[in-house]
């Protein structure tokens, strides 16, 4: 059974900063695709970023174009926990961030491309 479970939302103020995490169970991150994606209410849920690990040297990552700069996705293998460094943070970051897994191909920021999602954690980000 697979879980990811994410932490480290919460309330900021614009520029200020925040690092999510996403931890799972019955799944390892190694030698596989991960991906944040956020959701507000009435939008689409849009991928923010993503990140394959297969090793030290083969890390590749990607980020939308709104958080490019300002946010950082990596991975600690040994703990089997992929997190979202977020800088720079802007009212319009507010949203529900959750992480996903087991990219199934296509591309990367289509929700329907994942066949696992956490429950997802609320960033929200005053003016």
């Known amino acids: 059974h697979v879980q990811l479970v994410e932490s480290g939302g919460g309330s900021v103020q614009a520029g200020g900063s925040l690092r999510l995490s996403c931890t799972a169970t019955g799944y390892t991150y190694r030698n596989s695709y991960v991906a944040w994606f956020r959701q507000t209410p009435g939008q689409e849920r849009e991928g923010v970023a993503a990140?394959?690990?297969?090793?030290?040297?083969?890390?590749?990552?990607i980020y939308a174009e709104s958080v490019k700069d300002r946010f950082t996705i990596s991975q600690d293998n040994a703990k089997n926990t992929v997190y979202l460094k977020m800088s720079s943070l802007k009212p319009e970051d507010t949203a529900l961030y959750y992480c996903?897994?087991?990219?199934?191909?296509?591309?990367?920021?289509?929700?329907?491309?994942?066949?696992?999602r956490g429950q997802g954690t609320q960033v929200t980000v005053s003016s």
């Open positions: 996903a897994a087991g990219f199934t191909g296509g591309l990367w920021y289509r929700p329907n491309n994942w066949n696992y």
């Open positions: 990140l394959y690990f297969g090793g030290r040297t083969q890390t590749q990552t």
